[in-house]
């Protein structure tokens, strides 16, 4: 089975960003998803999503509406749930084939969330 790789980005704490783009100018993702504001996250990282899935809390209808004209897929969920949206956009780098996920953004300020 081939690999296939997924970037997953949270809405957390991304540290030096110039830093964090050269190494990612290296790497090689199949697919780029976002857990609802890290959608916002990729655009600071000048990164194109192909899923932003979540709830949708942390993320306005104009950001919304940009990333639906950029053409990525919006997996909006219930916001009474038992998961993260981290969680559900891990679970949907699963379900899109992906055998490893890199996840940036999964710390911050509250710890229910980390």
């Known amino acids: 089975m081939a690999e296939r790789?997924?970037?997953v980005l949270a809405n957390g704490q991304f540290g030096d960003t110039a830093i964090l783009r050269r190494r990612l100018d290296l790497a090689h993702f199949d697919i780029?998803?976002?857990a609802d504001g890290g959608?916002?996250?990729a655009a600071v990282l000048g990164l194109s999503v192909d899923r932003?899935?979540?709830d949708f809390d942390s993320l306005s209808a104009?950001?919304?509406s940009?990333?639906?004209r950029q053409d990525a897929a919006l997996v909006q969920l219930p916001v009474d749930k038992d998961e993260t949206d981290l969680e559900l956009a891990l679970l949907e780098a699963l379900g899109a084939g992906a055998t490893q996920a890199v996840v940036l953004?999964?710390?911050?300020?509250?710890l229910d969330m980390t």
């Open 5 to 7: 790789r997924a970037l």
């Open 32 to 34: 780029v998803l976002a």
């Open 39 to 41: 959608a916002q996250q």
């Open 52 to 54: 932003v899935v979540g």
């Open 62 to 64: 104009a950001a919304r």
């Open 66 to 68: 940009d990333l639906a």
């Open 105 to 110: 953004g999964a710390a911050g300020g509250r």
